[in-house]
């Protein structure tokens, strides 16, 4: 989308509103807060993994049980 706007000033002179800006900056905002969630995520499934191998089958899920 930055692209396009500024592909659209570059060849047609054409300034975008603020609407246009909103949009943008809410789509930009999205796409940083799931990148983030995600490396959040795989950080903690890498974690349980390890804990998986450590403790063998006895962890699952997230919860611990007995042998």
């Known amino acids: 989308m930055l692209t396009m706007v500024l592909f659209r000033f570059t ?6 509103d603020v609407w246009t800006l909103i949009g943008a ?5 999205s796409g940083i807060y799931l990148l983030n969630r ?8 890498a974690e349980t993994d390890q804990s998986d ?11 611990a049980f007995l042998p």
């Open 11 to 16: 060849v047609f002179g054409d300034v975008p």
């Open 25 to 29: 900056s809410v789509i930009i905002a």
């Open 38 to 45: 995600e490396r959040s995520v795989r950080k903690a499934v």
């Open 53 to 63: 191998q450590r403790f063998g089958s006895c962890v699952r899920y997230g919860r």
